[in-house]
């Protein structure tokens, strides 16, 4: 009885938790980038749909992948700043254990939520525009959305404003767009796209060179939650 009362009672603070950092996403100007993500999808899908040529993977990726970066943009950037401006941030770093219990629950539900709509998007346009593996497709385009999106909450850690942090974001893609070109073959590219094989290449050497950049992705993803999560321990820079 003990046993079931216990798990009751972890279970409704798990639910609690989830219900409260989901208020907190869905607040303020995320719903303007939820908004601008699912017209841009579905304004592309609507062209491509009336396309005399078919489209390919190549193009969707692309597309999938800017949705993917609208949807987490905002919560990634803003999140520190807003838990600032509504005087919660004094409140959140009373908890024990704050990083664990609160940040660590609300980005999380960030690409969670994110996952779920690329997988609508993907299975979508995988119905009505091109076969493909939409599962595949959506893994894909998550890991540059989540580099990127931790790379933003990381930032926000750092400069603890949501307008420096966007600035910032932004200048580092217009410079890794600059040098695409460059970077096209390039396992340092994040934008680097799976499904766009160079006709220099044989597709042995571009599965490599995929493969590599995929890994320093993923590591990237730790390191930059890690750094976050350990700026927040110093509660003298957010107060």
């Known amino acids: 009885m003990m046993k079931s009362n216990n798990l009751y009672n972890i279970s409704t603070l798990i639910y609690k938790m989830i219900v409260y950092n989901l208020r907190i996403i869905f607040a303020n100007k995320f719903i303007w980038f939820l908004a601008g993500s699912i017209l841009f999808y579905m304004g592309l899908s609507v062209i491509y749909v009336f396309d005399v040529d ?13 949705s993917g970066l609208l949807l987490v943009f905002y919560p990634s950037a803003f999140g520190i700043q807003n ?42 346009s995988s119905v009505l525009i091109v076969k493909f593996r939409f599962v595949n497709m959506t893994a894909q385009i998550m890991l540059p959305v989540i580099f990127l999106g931790l790379m933003a909450f990381m930032l926000s850690t750092i400069i603890r404003n949501g307008n420096g942090t966007a600035v910032l974001m932004i200048i580092f893609g217009l410079i890794f767009m600059i040098l695409s070109d460059s970077l096209r073959k390039s396992q340092w590219n994040i934008f680097l796209n799976p499904y766009d094989l160079p006709y220099d290449l044989n597709e042995t050497t571009w599965a490599i060179i995929t493969l590599k950049n995929r890994i320093i992705l993923i590591t990237g993803s730790i390191i930059f939650l890690l750094s976050a999560l350990y700026n927040l321990q110093k509660r003298e820079k957010f107060m």
Request: net charge positive; hydrophobic share 60%.
């Open 54 to 66: 078919v489209p390919n993977m190549k193009d969707l990726y692309g597309v999938f992948l800017f």
């Open 83 to 124: 838990d600032q401006d509504a005087r919660t941030i004094e409140i959140l770093f009373g908890i024990p254990n704050y990083r664990y219990k609160v940040w660590l629950v609300r980005v999380l539900l960030i690409f969670v939520i994110a996952f779920l709509i690329m997988v609508v998007f993907t299975f979508v």
